[in-house]
């Protein structure tokens, strides 16, 4: 054999093992793009955004309010969910009133449960290393129509007002229907607009970290 033909037949051998290596990497390159697009058990499952979490809403961990109940939550040691038949069975308040509304000059008798022993019994987490804690205390009342209305905790409690706010379960001697819940009832006020109908949500909390954290 010459020289010249035992170069070629090295050089032959050489494309063969180079033709073989490609022809390998080719197929495992289609395996995996296959088992990548197709087959969900190949393909590595994605990660969730990192904005998911933050901005799931707490919300979503909560019960649906059913017609007529009231969920007291917020900064407490203990919500819980209230209903009319419920508030009937509590010691009962009576308020005669006058406001304005929409409809013009109201004046009605209501009977109900204070406001604030209802909102007591979910032990709000006022700090109590701050003088006069509860001061700082808001309540966020919801209605009907995701209707809203704030008021300050020394509003309803009678160790700092005179007025008798209520969870009125009638209105006149007549009781409201219990889908419809309860009427907030504002003795205080000379306009109707914290008179709020249909309530379904009692939030309790504190201002600062509102206004801590302003800027």
Same mark, same amino acid.
């Given at each position: ?10 050089a032959?051998?050489?494309?063969? $093992?180079?033709a073989h ?10 395996? +995996?793009?296959?088992? +990548?697009?197709?087959? #969900? ?7 969730a #955004? ?5 901005s ?5 961990? &909560? ?20 209903? &009319?038949a ?12 006058e406001?304005?509304? =929409? ?5 009605? +008798? ?13 032990q709000?987490r ?16 919801? @209605? @009907? @129509?995701?209707y ?23 209105e006149?001697?007549? =009781? ?7 009427? &907030?009832?504002?003795?205080?006020d000379? $306009? ?5 109908s249909? &309530? ?5 909390? +504190? ?9």
């Amino acid at each position: 054999m010459t020289q010249d033909e035992d170069r070629r037949i090295c050089a032959g051998r050489a494309a063969g $093992r180079v033709a073989h290596v490609c022809a390998a990497a080719a197929t495992a390159l289609l395996i +995996t793009s296959c088992g +990548t697009a197709d087959d #969900p058990k190949g393909a590595a499952a994605p990660s969730a #955004p990192a904005s998911a979490s933050a901005s799931a809403s707490p919300k979503a961990s &909560l019960a649906p309010i059913k017609p007529g109940e009231v969920r007291i939550a917020g900064e407490v040691d203990k919500p819980y969910t209230i209903t &009319l038949a419920d508030l009937r069975k509590l010691p009962q308040a009576e308020a005669s009133v006058e406001f304005v509304s =929409a409809k013009g000059d109201q004046k009605h +008798t209501y009977q109900g449960v204070l406001l604030h022993e209802v909102l007591k019994a979910a032990q709000p987490r006022f700090d109590q290393s701050k003088k006069n804690g509860q001061l700082r205390g808001v309540v966020a009342a919801t @209605g @009907g @129509g995701d209707y809203r209305a704030v008021f300050a905790w020394a509003e309803i409690d009678p160790g700092f007002a005179k007025s008798q706010v209520l969870l009125a379960v009638s209105e006149d001697g007549t =009781a409201f229907e219990d889908s419809a819940g309860p009427r &907030l009832v504002v003795p205080q006020d000379t $306009r109707g607009g914290r008179y709020v109908s249909e &309530l379904n949500q009692l939030w309790v909390g +504190t201002v600062d970290p509102v206004v801590d954290g302003a800027h």
